[in-house]
């Protein structure tokens, strides 16, 4: 590369770490903390949902949601995911990541807030509308996804740039402890102020009418911390290595990184004729240089890695989510929670959230900061790979001994479902699989595609990996799912879902090493710039400029020259 060049991202590259990047992974962060936090909830407040608008009083138990509907509400979020991830991937490498973040913000914070409302009190009504609102909140959500790593991986310097893009996704982590934290206490103090018999003593009044606040309320305020970085979003400035890459405008990307770093940068310097140096205003790829996605040189240099991170992403969702999304059966057959008989409506809130939060604290979140700490010190490879094949160990014990940990069903005076089983082991089997995922491949799966691609694609190809995640997550929403409604069918899920993990060990071995390499070094692009015998278009400051005269633009004779760079 050249010198001049080298300097801005060699800047980047060793940048000292300083309050800018805590800055970043916080803002950056929030799309996953509303994710994490929506996907705690709606675990959450189903039960709720169920318990309000689908008793069926000939049944003798507390209402509960319809299969289908079940799996609507908490699947429909992650269709909405897959599709912001493929159009908001593609849009941040057409007009930037600056530009398209602001979007992507204002649609999930507005969805959050909608999800609580409801037009009509009919069950249909507030299902088809909690429904459609959650669709478009997994739109912004999955917006965020490619955008969030791309940005923190172009402002990250190598050394700590793993570490800093796993903490964007460890936001993911504060988002369940606030999630979990916000249901504790408006469940408490909904209970405090409207006492209730279990169902068991009343099955009527066990359900309270005010409980139908009581999940609006907190699917609503998880938009509250997203709304409070828009103004920082719309000043972070756009990435130097988009608008240097990208746009060409090395003078522009050295004066936003100057103010980041707070330190004077040099531009891209191009040698002239007589062997003195000017800085032109921009400096782009010539078009046999800048390969598309869709093109043979494309497939040559990251199509193999385009399938490792796609379809490890993948596999780990099927995975992952079916644990994540079944937690409020797995939490009865560990006896965390009682009969469902004896609680009442908004008592049974209290004590999941109570359950999912002490999981969480125990393994999820410890999982997630594991992460952060030790990526940049033994690799994004060894994580992943050991993290599926512990995944896969854990989940094929509990698949075979399922039976004999979670135990027998208890007398009908018993205030517990299951009896007699080994609950202390079948808990730390079950915790132990969701700290390995967070220790594993849930962390790398998204860290790994926003260093490999090169800039001009970056974006759009962390999108497709992602969705083919959210793929993933469907197939253990609706499919997965559906094997759970009796202990054989849980039995199978669970063996399925290890061979599954044993899968994402095959191809996690398509996936490269990634730590302590520039971005430039990994995707190639210092061969492409500025590497030898490559050729680069350097525009003047006579650039294509359009006048509007009556309505009808003419364009002013472009002078471009060829250089050797």
Same mark, same amino acid.
């Given at each position: 590369?050249?010198e001049?060049?080298e300097?801005?991202f060699t800047?980047l590259?060793?940048?000292?770490?300083q309050?800018?990047?805590?800055?970043a992974?916080?803002?950056?962060?929030?799309? &996953?903390?509303?994710?994490?936090?929506d996907?705690f909830? *709606?675990t959450a407040?189903?039960?709720?949902?169920?318990r309000l608008?689908?008793?069926?009083p000939?049944?003798?138990?507390?209402?509960?949601?319809?299969?289908n509907?079940?799996?609507?509400?908490t699947?429909?979020a992650?269709f909405?995911?897959?599709?912001?991830?493929?159009?908001?991937g593609?849009?941040g490498d057409?007009?930037g990541?600056?530009?398209?973040?602001?979007?992507?913000? $204002?649609t999930m914070?507005?969805?959050a807030?909608?999800s609580?409302?409801s037009f009509?009190?009919?069950?249909?009504?507030v299902?088809?509308?909690?429904? %459609?609102?959650r669709f478009?909140?997994?739109?912004?959500?999955?917006?965020?996804y490619?955008?969030s790593?791309?940005?923190?991986s172009e402002?990250?310097n190598?050394k700590?740039?793993?570490? %800093? $893009?796993?903490?964007?996704?460890?936001?993911?982590?504060?988002?369940?402890l606030?999630?979990?934290?916000?249901?504790?206490v408006?469940?408490?103090a909904?209970m405090?102020a409207?006492?209730?018999?279990?169902f068991h003593t009343?099955?009527?009044?066990?359900t309270?009418?005010?409980g139908? &606040?009581?999940w609006?309320?907190?699917?609503?305020?998880?938009?509250?911390?997203?709304a409070?970085t828009f103004?920082?979003?719309l000043k972070m400035?756009?990435t130097?290595?988009y608008?240097?890459l990208?746009?060409g405008?090395h #003078?522009?990307?050295a004066?936003?990184m100057a103010?980041?770093?707070e330190k004077p *940068?040099d531009?891209?310097?191009i040698s002239?004729?007589g062997?003195e140096? =000017?800085?032109p205003?921009?400096?782009v790829?010539?078009?046999?240089a800048a390969?598309?996605?869709?093109?043979?040189?494309?497939?040559?240099?990251?199509g193999l890695?385009?399938?490792?991170?796609?379809?490890?992403w993948?596999?780990?969702?099927i995975?992952?989510?079916?644990?994540?999304?079944?937690?409020k059966?797995?939490?009865?057959?560990?006896r965390?929670?009682?009969?469902?008989? =004896?609680?009442?409506?908004?008592?049974?809130?209290?004590?999941l959230s109570k359950?999912?939060l002490l999981m969480?604290l125990?393994? !999820?979140?410890?999982g997630y900061w594991?992460t952060?700490?030790l990526?940049?010190?033994?690799?994004?490879f060894?994580i992943?790979?050991g993290?599926f094949?512990?995944?896969?160990? +854990?989940?094929a *014990?509990?698949?075979?001994?399922?039976?004999?940990?979670?135990?027998?069903?208890c007398?009908?005076?018993?205030? &517990?479902?299951?009896?007699?089983?080994?609950r202390?082991?079948?808990?730390?089997l079950y915790?132990?699989?969701? &700290? +390995?995922?967070n220790?594993g491949p849930n962390? !790398?799966t998204?860290?790994?595609?926003?260093?490999?691609?090169?800039a001009r694609?970056?974006s759009?190809?962390?999108?497709?990996s992602?969705?083919?995640?959210?793929?993933?997550?469907i197939?253990g929403?609706?499919?997965?799912?559906?094997? !759970?409604? =009796?202990?054989?069918?849980?039995k199978?899920?669970?063996?399925?879902?290890?061979l599954?993990n044993l899968l994402?060990?095959?191809?996690?071995l398509l996936?490269?090493e990634?730590?302590?390499?520039?971005l430039e070094?990994?995707?190639?692009?210092?061969?492409?710039?500025?590497g030898k015998?490559v050729t680069?278009?350097?525009? #003047?400051?006579?650039?294509?400029?359009?006048?509007?005269t009556?309505?009808?633009?003419?364009?002013k004779?472009?002078?471009?020259e060829?250089e050797?760079v």
């Amino acid at each position: 590369m050249a010198e001049g060049r080298e300097s801005v991202f060699t800047s980047l590259d060793n940048a000292k770490t300083q309050l800018y990047h805590y800055k970043a992974i916080v803002i950056a962060g929030m799309g &996953f903390f509303t994710d994490a936090y929506d996907l705690f909830c *709606i675990t959450a407040v189903t039960k709720l949902i169920g318990r309000l608008y689908f008793y069926d009083p000939s049944t003798n138990k507390p209402g509960v949601l319809p299969p289908n509907i079940n799996n609507a509400i908490t699947g429909v979020a992650l269709f909405g995911t897959l599709a912001g991830q493929l159009f908001f991937g593609w849009l941040g490498d057409k007009l930037g990541r600056k530009k398209v973040y602001g979007i992507t913000l $204002v649609t999930m914070v507005g969805c959050a807030l909608a999800s609580g409302l409801s037009f009509g009190s009919s069950p249909k009504s507030v299902v088809t509308t909690l429904c %459609f609102f959650r669709f478009w909140l997994g739109f912004g959500i999955g917006g965020d996804y490619p955008l969030s790593a791309v940005i923190m991986s172009e402002y990250a310097n190598t050394k700590t740039r793993g570490g %800093f $893009v796993a903490a964007v996704f460890a936001m993911q982590g504060v988002g369940i402890l606030v999630a979990g934290a916000v249901a504790l206490v408006v469940s408490r103090a909904f209970m405090l102020a409207f006492p209730a018999d279990n169902f068991h003593t009343n099955n009527v009044l066990s359900t309270q009418p005010e409980g139908d &606040f009581v999940w609006r309320i907190v699917l609503m305020f998880g938009a509250i911390p997203a709304a409070l970085t828009f103004y920082w979003r719309l000043k972070m400035p756009e990435t130097a290595r988009y608008t240097a890459l990208v746009k060409g405008d090395h #003078d522009k990307a050295a004066a936003d990184m100057a103010k980041v770093l707070e330190k004077p *940068i040099d531009s891209f310097p191009i040698s002239t004729a007589g062997g003195e140096s =000017e800085t032109p205003k921009k400096v782009v790829l010539a078009p046999s240089a800048a390969y598309g996605l869709f093109s043979r040189d494309f497939v040559r240099i990251h199509g193999l890695h385009l399938v490792g991170t796609t379809s490890t992403w993948f596999l780990l969702d099927i995975a992952f989510y079916s644990l994540q999304l079944t937690q409020k059966d797995i939490y009865p057959s560990i006896r965390l929670l009682p009969k469902s008989t =004896e609680m009442n409506a908004i008592e049974e809130v209290y004590l999941l959230s109570k359950s999912m939060l002490l999981m969480a604290l125990a393994t !999820t979140v410890p999982g997630y900061w594991f992460t952060v700490f030790l990526i940049d010190r033994i690799g994004r490879f060894p994580i992943q790979l050991g993290g599926f094949i512990l995944m896969s160990i +854990f989940m094929a *014990i509990l698949g075979f001994e399922y039976e004999d940990l979670r135990g027998e069903k208890c007398p009908s005076d018993s205030r &517990f479902d299951y009896c007699k089983g080994n609950r202390k082991v079948f808990a730390v089997l079950y915790g132990l699989t969701l &700290f +390995f995922a967070n220790f594993g491949p849930n962390s !790398t799966t998204f860290i790994v595609p926003a260093e490999l691609f090169p800039a001009r694609l970056r974006s759009t190809c962390h999108g497709i990996s992602a969705a083919a995640g959210k793929a993933g997550a469907i197939i253990g929403a609706f499919v997965v799912q559906s094997y !759970t409604q =009796e202990v054989k069918g849980v039995k199978r899920a669970i063996r399925g879902l290890a061979l599954v993990n044993l899968l994402g060990v095959l191809f996690t071995l398509l996936v490269p090493e990634t730590m302590g390499r520039s971005l430039e070094e990994i995707s190639g692009e210092n061969n492409e710039v500025g590497g030898k015998g490559v050729t680069s278009v350097v525009a #003047d400051d006579k650039e294509v400029k359009a006048e509007n005269t009556n309505g009808v633009e003419k364009e002013k004779t472009t002078q471009a020259e060829m250089e050797m760079v």
